[in-house]
């Protein structure tokens, strides 16, 4: 088969420090060859330095890399320049970030076109027009004037795929194009890059830590570890067959299913006819004209030790139901923890019952203070509630949290958060969570801004620390594999409104609703 790119014994540092080490890797001609690895393995400064996009800190140490079989790593900028966008394309990760929120989506288009043609206006409008049908995005293409911000994650993506087939390349990169969006839409995305392909007659480089994802788009496979590569071969080499421990790890990583602990009859946590509402106003006045009906008469219980996964894409209801479970918005309904319904509580009462509800979020960077070391975060939520507590009581309970963790009491409380690693943080998170001896903890996409193999160690975790702790669980997410790997019992959202609920292996085994399996596919 024709070999479209060759790199051969590249090696990229930054200062005296080698993160791509001897990688030799090559992409064949109208296939798509996949690059899987954790953060930090060097797939993105691999795949980057086919286009000489480095960042000014790194180098390349040695190496070449063959387009066509010149050697791109010897052509002058100017050459380069015109390969860019136009022979070899990429499709970032986060769409937002890579369009121009100041410049509407047909002006980007048009800019990538005429950059690369020399061609009329007219001509080029069309085009644009035509790539946003490609792309399925034909509602947009005949509205002059639609920003980035007004769009979807799924639609900002379609349109990042638009400009990257623009000019017909040879080559598309697509560095982890899916992991920003939601399963249902991911799988559109991956459908609409696949059918493009064959259309187009184009050659992918597909950067991912989803195994799940390069296993329904790659044809060949690369496993990259610590700047190596470790593994590769065809799909169903490393799929079925994979040798090296690495790949087999992250291949298993990939489909656990918790195995049911015994929950205890006692119910902890009680929603019945949950409803949120939010207004649509209009007019001077602006008088309710209608509802975004967030969520609709939703109920479910929990038991105390067990673990409730929601399962929903974007937009399904899942963030506010629960805001309105922590009563951080309004909503109508019984939210009942202890048999005490939290919307009829006082502020006072209020206070003392998010002792025994807690919260960890998405980004762990994000939602822990940069300005406060470790030892101030984890205790802050105790020196609110427990204000009289002494300094031996607090430095107790924090060895003991954090021991609860995995993480050393010595080595971690002097530091800050930018000082640890994306699972380290969600680590930490959690301990602030616990410091409190919560009963329920409601954990929102506490995984999916983590490599897999991470995922799966706080997966790990969270099963560990609910067996040992009694604890239980609202577990939000929209990806399956991690609901499978923690849940109970699942609960499908869609528009706010429960599509299926039932037991994780009825759900897994005997889904009911098509949502529901379209959501599995991601899965099996």
Not at 161 to 189: G, H, R
């Amino acid at each position: 088969m024709d070999k479209i790119i060759s790199i051969k014994n590249l090696t990229i540092s930054f200062k005296n420090n080698e993160v791509v080490k001897n990688v030799n890797l090559e992409i064949t001609k109208g296939k798509t060859t996949a690059i899987v690895g954790e953060s930090g393995s060097g797939k993105t400064l691999t795949a980057l330095s086919v286009l000489k996009l480095l960042p000014n800190s790194a180098k390349i140490k040695s190496g070449e890399i063959f387009f066509k079989n010149k050697n791109i790593l010897s052509e002058t900028d100017k050459i380069i320049q015109k390969i860019r966008g136009n022979k070899i394309a990429t499709i970032f990760q986060e769409p937002m970030t890579s369009l121009n929120p100041l410049h509407t989506i047909n002006k980007q288009i048009e800019e990538i076109i005429f950059t690369h043609n020399n061609i009329n206006s007219k001509k080029v409008k069309k085009i644009t027009r035509d790539l946003l049908n490609e792309v399925g995005l034909k509602d947009l293409s005949e509205r002059p004037k639609v920003y980035p911000y007004e769009l979807s994650g799924g639609q900002r993506q379609r349109v990042m795929i638009a400009m990257s087939i623009a000019n017909n390349p040879d080559v598309l990169i697509a560095d982890e194009p899916t992991t920003a969006l939601d399963v249902t839409i991911q799988i559109q995305i991956l459908d609409l890059l696949s059918n493009l392909q064959k259309k187009l007659g184009m050659t992918m480089l597909f950067i991912s830590h989803d195994l799940s994802v390069v296993k329904k788009i790659s044809d060949f496979v690369y496993v990259m570890k610590e700047g190596k590569i470790i593994e590769s071969g065809n799909n169903e080499k490393i799929f079925k067959n994979p040798e090296h421990e690495y790949t087999k790890k992250l291949i298993s990583s990939n489909s656990k299913k918790k195995i049911n602990l015994f929950s205890q009859q006692k119910e902890i946590l009680k929603i019945d006819n949950l409803k949120v509402w939010y207004p649509i106003k209009k007019g001077i006045f602006k008088r309710t004209i209608d509802h975004v009906k967030a969520i609709n008469n939703l109920s479910f219980s929990l038991k105390k030790g067990e673990s409730i996964g929601i399962v929903g894409e974007s937009g399904s209801g899942k963030t506010s139901l629960i805001l309105a479970i922590l009563k951080l918005i309004k909503s109508e309904g019984k939210v009942l923890i202890n048999n005490r319904d939290i919307n009829q509580s006082s502020q006072n009462e209020l206070l003392r019952m998010r002792k025994e509800i807690q919260i960890v979020f998405q980004d762990p960077f994000s939602s822990l203070s940069p300005r406060m070391n470790i030892e101030e975060i984890i205790l802050e939520g105790l020196n609110i509630h427990y204000s009289n507590m002494s300094k031996e009581e607090e430095i107790s309970k924090l060895k003991n949290v954090l021991d609860n963790v995995g993480l050393n009491y010595f080595e971690t409380i002097e530091k800050y958060p930018h000082e640890f690693s994306g699972g380290q943080r969600q680590r930490i998170a959690i301990a602030r969570a616990l410091i409190l001896e919560p009963k329920i903890l409601v954990l929102d996409e506490p995984t999916s801004a983590l490599d897999i193999t991470v995922q799966n160690q706080i997966i790990k975790l969270l099963n560990e620390l609910q067996k040992k702790l009694s604890l239980s669980y609202v577990f939000i997410s929209h990806d399956m594999k991690v609901i499978r790997s923690i849940a109970d019992k699942v609960i499908v959202l869609k528009n706010g409104i429960v599509v299926e609920e039932n037991s994780s292996d009825e759900i897994f085994n005997n889904p009911k609703s098509k949502y529901t399996k379209n959501l599995i596919r991601s899965v099996l």
